[in-house]
């Protein structure tokens, strides 16, 4: 019983943090059509940034509460200029090219920033504990739980509703559905698809660097994370269907839950689970979860 | 393609193999693995043109290379050409039953599940004890024609095996290529549905595509795990791929031999980067790539091509 309650809070909890990380990455391609591989990049700068950001404000003593505001701002400062200039420099020269051609794109510039951030925080590892700890944790039937793993899960539920909600509700989300439809029609239809384009990829980057932001106080921050992140982040949102939210949320709960049952069960499995669910989801829905049926061109 | 053309690639590769004994040892070595990269790459051109990019390659790749070292460790097999038949017939096997899925998928899916099986076969090595986990395996040495040559003899005789690996690589991928199912290529790659109209399967075709090329990427594999001498989880890891499909960009899908000058720069670039800025190869790599597609998107090897147009007047090949 202990192991299945000890499965479900872990998976919940990753599942969470996947979330947060692969909502910007589907919604990126969602738009945009463009499979973001930087993404990682902005999930490691985030990182870094928030562990700058931590290390700075609680060296100075101040109150425990403004370190999560610290967080924050650092997460979303580093993923609005990234996304700019990423945006601006070198996607922009390249929208209407093969898809693959752009994913090599972003693959470059996810080479690139690797090393950028190795030369800005150098090779040696960062931790950022503080958060984490002063949360404090409390126990349930024999099994610690962490209050800062429960804000998280707490805060990937708020971004699924605040997401639903600006989709459906608000005039910037219905000019993003217009255009995740069919971008040229909405184009002839006077939808500035340029901006909608920008501001999506704004927030695809701050969604990517919070995502690194709020795990850095749970690990230690090395060069790397990027990595690994990205290709969890990619399996999550193939399971989901590519450019689904609602896809993003499922696929995370459910390679969240997997992964977590494996660690728990066989650990030896950890990876290999993630992927060969992934793979099955694909043997039977090959587009996804949630993808929406594509016509075909004859 | 001509009986020239043969004579011509067979002179030029005997020529290297005459050279070999008069250039430094490194410079061989290097040569040899930049040859196992070409391998996968030719692979890699043939699906290219069809459209298809497979950010996964390395499954094949590291199924080849760690056939070699276990044949070794379990089943002593030390034959060198042996230990490559093994190789690219293990590969082949992996391809023929993952083809069944990834022939149903084009584009970014195609990449993507490709991406999702080699991280699999990831997954499983870094994990499994008996198959040397993240450390990998050592690959024991090989012997030619019943010898076991020792120090630069060995170096010399995995370069002249190369040689001929690539020698077959590329009369054969050229034959394919100039076949009727090579040529289809550029036709799936524009319409699909039309294809199906001529009667012809394409998932078939995709699925023969995907197993050809998983037989370069295994005999890349085995040459790689023979010249390095060592195995390891990496082989099958998802940068590996992306190196690979990062050389097919930067030669081109336009001819075989680009594919080989293309994964000789790509060593020859990491190794200088290596060299020059130890914490910075993937800066340069990344900004080698980004500047190729950016400003030669058709590879390098399209200005080879382009410029055989202006001289001789006549179509790109």
Known sequence: MITVIAIVTDGLVYAAWLFVVAIGLTLIFGVMKILNVAHGAFYAFGAYAAATAIGLYFDRGWPVAGGYLAIATAAVAIGLVMGYILERV????????????????????FLILEDVLILIWGTDGRSAYQPYTEAGSFTVGGLPLSVYDIGLVGFAGLLAIASALTIKRTTFGRLLTAVIYDRETAAAFGVNVTRVYTVTFLIGAVLGALGGALTAPKISVTPGIGVEVIVLAFAVVAIGGMGSMEGALVGALIVGLFRAGAVHLIPQLELFSIYAVMALVLVFRPQGLFSRVQPRKI | ????????GAAILGGLGAAAPFTPLWLISLVTLAMSTGLVVCGLIILWRGGLVPFGQALFFATGAYTVALSGRWFGVTDAFLLIALAVIMAVLVAFVVGFLLAQYREIFFAMLSLALSMILYGVLVKSETLGSTDGINVAQASFFGMMPRGPGYTFALFWLALGMVFAAWVGVSAYLGSVAGQLAGAIRDNEIRVEYLGISVTRLVHLKLTISAALAGAGGALAALSISHVDPQMAYWTTSGGFVFVTILAGAASVPAAFLGALLFEIVRTIAVALLPGGWQLILGSVLLLTILFVPEGLGSLMIR???TVSGREAA
């Open chain 2, 307 to 309: 410029k055989r147009v």
């Open chain 2, 1 to 8: 393609m001509t009986g020239l053309r043969i004579l011509l």
């Open chain 1, 90 to 109: 070198f996607l922009r020269r390249v929208y209407g090219r093969d898809e693959v051609v752009v994913v090599l794109i972003t693959y470059a510039l």
